[in-house]
């Protein structure tokens, strides 16, 4: 099996801060980025900036996944689990950090949530820093309807925390999930 996180690969991350904290990073080769944006942004229903699964009605659910199944996206999951949300989100985006190193990916897009930016830099570049790996990777935060592969990464954190049925539904979509808890 190929490795998920592939040498100069753009990475999409969004979190979902329920019963557990998930941070799900959705990856893809830069060769494949235009056409899959296409593909997830044309999932959007008419009259709407974007696709944000809590608010979506679960027909809609389906045909998103099914839209993203196809595009070829893999998503590797963080979890934190029993912890406050300011940790787990450290100690995710850490471990998302290290194997982003590892691989060589090029870019990470983190949904912005402008009371969480400063923090996430911070993080970042002080990682970054304590990996060695300062100007390697690119790293920047985008609104949801500025991104729709960041939508992808939102369906599956969603899909894990509402567990049940979902978890399976989404699982083409999910290549691992990593246990962060201490």
Not at 163 to 173: C, F, M, Q, V, Y
Request: charged content about 25%.
């Amino acid at each position: 099996m190929k490795p998920l996180i592939q040498s100069g690969a753009h990475v999409f991350v969004d979190e979902s801060k329920s019963k557990a904290y998930y941070v799900a990073a959705s990856v893809i080769a830069p060769a494949d980025v235009t056409a899959a944006r296409k593909s997830i942004a044309a999932l959007c229903r008419s009259g709407q900036r974007r696709v944000h699964f809590k608010s979506e009605s679960d027909g809609s659910r389906n045909a998103f996944l099914a839209g993203a199944i196809a595009t070829g996206m893999q998503t590797r999951l963080y979890v934190a689990r029993n912890m406050a949300d300011k940790p787990a989100r450290t100690l995710c985006l850490e471990r998302l950090l290290d194997d982003l190193v590892q691989s060589g990916a090029g870019k990470l897009v983190l949904e912005s949530d402008e009371s969480l930016e400063q923090s996430d830099r911070r993080t970042i570049a002080r990682h970054l820093q304590r990996l060695g790996a300062g100007g390697g990777l690119l790293y920047m935060h985008r609104k949801s309807h500025e991104e729709p592969l960041l939508w992808v990464s939102d369906a599956v954190a969603w899909c894990h925390q509402r567990g049940g049925d979902w978890i399976r539904k989404a699982a083409p979509l999910v290549q691992e999930v990593v246990d962060c808890s201490r």
